[in-house]
């Protein structure tokens, strides 16, 4: 003889005590098949068992839990690459703000990286501002690089922030002049003054610094390298010297501009072109510099020659 069912589904829901340290409820939620057969007996079938569980510290509900279960990773640690001191080019400092965000996992060491390699690291001893030190900024080639601060706990948990430094060397900064030149000449009948017009040119080089975050000092911002004096005209070409200066930098600096060079300015027939180098040193660095440039000399045809336009003036953007 067939036996004749019926089917009833119960959910049951079981409420656990809470924590002392926390408000957490924890529930389990069974859900079972009861069977009457017609001969009165009674078979029940448990379908599934599926706990959940909600907790609140202080009042305010923790993040729930991620789908299906699992950990809940802590907090980051709050960091900020706040600001860049390059009044020492030589020495530039990168002030990185840290809080620590989890009690339970606490910052442990605060870090500089430059593209990614540590250049510098401390311990952390509590919220606030933590000094590192970067290379030098003469060091640093053109191109852009990535300055990244970090806080990190002991489990490996980085907070990070990053700023970015780029060194760059544009088109030179240029000046020039037209020079009148007078100089004596000795004949039968007496001196004789000469005269003849000549171009006087000033091709200074330049390399700038900046960052994407505040920067303190800013003596990186410019450095002048190379300056490059031309003297074009016809003959008779003079023999000549001249000097120039720094001003605004770090280190103001006078140079000769004496050094044979290479022609870079292209003189067509009957243009003749003489061009002298001079350096002023590495140390060369400011906010807004500028240089200035003058002939020490001027001699035609042996003769000492009074000019005008000997003296020329760069600034820089």
Not at 81 to 88: A, C, E, P, Q, R
Not at 208 to 232: D, Y
Not at 241 to 261: H, K, L
């Amino acid at each position: 003889m067939k036996r004749y069912l019926r089917l009833l589904f119960v959910v049951l829901m079981l409420l656990a005590a809470t924590s002392a340290f926390a408000d957490c409820s924890y529930f389990t939620v069974v859900e079972w098949q009861v069977t009457y057969w017609w001969d009165g007996e009674i078979t029940y079938t448990i379908l599934s068992i599926t706990e959940y569980s909600y907790c609140t510290v202080g009042g305010d509900p923790l993040p729930p839990d991620p789908p299906g279960g699992g950990f809940v990773p802590p907090p980051m640690p709050g960091v900020s690459l706040s600001n860049v001191d390059t009044t020492d080019i030589y020495n530039p400092v990168v002030s990185i703000d840290v809080t620590s965000n989890d009690p339970s996992d606490p910052v442990t060491t605060v870090l500089l990286e430059l593209n990614g390699q540590t250049v510098d690291y401390g311990s952390f001893g509590g919220n606030g501002t933590y000094q590192m030190h970067l290379q030098s900024i003469p060091s640093f080639q053109d191109g852009s690089y990535t300055l990244n601060a970090k806080a990190c706990s002991g489990t490996g948990n980085c907070g990070q922030n990053s700023a970015t430094l780029t060194r760059f060397t544009p088109s030179p900064a240029t000046d020039g002049k037209d020079m009148n030149v007078a100089w004596h000449e000795e004949e039968e009948s007496g001196p004789v003054t000469r005269f003849a017009n000549y171009t006087h040119n000033l091709r200074q080089a330049y390399t700038t610094t900046t960052f994407s975050c505040p920067e303190t000092g800013q003596n990186s911002h410019v450095q002048t390298k190379e300056s490059l004096v031309t003297i074009a005209g016809n003959d008779p070409m003079p023999m000549w010297t001249a000097g120039a200066t720094t001003a605004g930098t770090i280190n103001d600096t006078v140079y000769g501009i004496y050094d044979a060079s290479e022609n870079p300015v292209n003189c067509t027939f009957p243009t003749l072109c003489d061009s002298k180098i001079g350096n002023p040193g590495g140390g060369s660095f400011g906010y807004a510099p500028s240089v200035h440039e003058g002939l020490w000399s001027f001699v035609v045809d042996g003769q000492n020659a009074s000019f005008t336009g000997g003296s020329l003036d760069v600034w820089f953007p």
